[in-house]
């Protein structure tokens, strides 16, 4: 990883990571002070690896995971209107420890993403060969409808059964602390259409994805791939000059969740910050309209905060 391990090991200390940690995090905030040192490390060097990476994290933790501000005092109006506050709880947001709600990670790794993590799991000196096979169970192709391994599938295989414990315990007997939420009715209609796939299977799937999401090398292979995979192609797609970098913020959390339809998506050159916003986040709006509106506002702060660590005039408001 490029970025310097203080910086990464810092922003995993402000987002409740810790080595003996479960998935149970909320109202995650980072400081000022970090936070502008990583614009400080991209305004030094932002052609380099290492000063994008560092742009790269500022926007996965306030609009991928919505992450708030710890001090937000002297900071300009919160287009959220929350003063800077997280926004992120048992349902919404996204958290290092992730593994019960949503994906895996901070980024909510999932369908094929999600498959190379429990090959990598594999690797672990830990895991014996018995349950090595049981863990790639849970991700076999052939176990799932239409043959598409998706985490709700899974996830719903023990949620969605009314005699399946919620969190139980895991396969050696170590209490899930997880957070207490269900699937509900609409959910489970939706996503529990894999018979094959049983209570157990997603035992052990939240077993090993735990154990996995408490090394600190898995926490900085996650971010790193998060970086490749999403940000670095937002920044070598669109096009250089004014606003670049409001453009892609928006773009990467469109990305974030269909990442055929922005890689589609880049304003002309020379249009204006506005104008940029305007058209990603109307490319995002037709293709999930219920997401965007939801985040509309809160996916305009790093455009904010980043504004103002450059000391740049902020913009106007974008709304639909």
């Not at 971010?223 to 928006?250: C, S």
Request: some cysteine; aromatic content about 10%.
């Amino acid at each position: 990883m490029v970025l310097r391990r203080d910086v990464v090991e810092e922003f995993l200390r402000q987002g409740q990571w810790s080595p003996t940690g479960d998935d149970d995090a909320k109202n995650e905030t980072l400081t000022q002070d970090l936070l502008r040192r990583l614009i400080d490390e991209y305004k030094a060097h932002p052609g380099d690896p290492s000063g994008q990476s560092a742009l790269g994290l500022f926007v996965l933790a306030l609009g991928i995971a919505e992450w708030g501000v710890r001090d937000p005092a002297g900071l300009p109006a919160d287009p959220h209107g929350t003063n800077w506050a997280s926004d992120s709880s048992a349902q919404s947001g996204k958290h290092l420890m992730s593994y019960s709600v949503g994906g895996l990670g901070i980024f909510h790794t999932d369908g094929n993403e999600m498959i190379e993590f429990i090959r990598t799991i594999c690797q672990f000196p830990q895991i014996t060969e018995a349950q090595k096979n049981d863990l790639l169970a849970t991700v076999a192709a052939n176990r799932y409808k239409d043959q598409k391994v998706t985490f709700d599938q899974l996830r719903a295989s023990g949620v969605c059964r009314p005699e399946t414990s919620l969190r139980g315990r895991d396969i050696f007997g170590e209490d899930f602390r997880h957070h207490d939420v269900g699937g509900g009715a609409k959910y489970c209609l939706r996503f529990f259409k894999s018979p094959k796939l049983t209570a157990h299977d997603w035992v052990v799937f939240k077993t090993w994805a735990r154990i996995a999401l408490r090394k600190m090398e898995i926490q900085l292979l996650l971010i790193q791939k998060w970086l490749d995979t999403y940000w670095l192609k937002t920044l070598r797609q669109l096009a250089p000059g004014d606003g670049f970098e409001e453009e892609a913020f928006i773009n990467v959390r469109f990305r974030n969740s269909f990442s055929g339809s922005a890689s589609n998506t880049t304003s002309p050159p020379n249009s204006s910050a506005p104008e940029r916003i305007a058209l990603q986040m109307h490319a995002y709006r037709l293709k999930g309209q219920e997401r965007v509106l939801r985040r509309v506002n809160i996916i305009q702060r790093p455009v904010v905060l980043y504004r103002a660590f450059m000391g740049k005039p902020q913009l106007p408001k974008f709304m639909f």
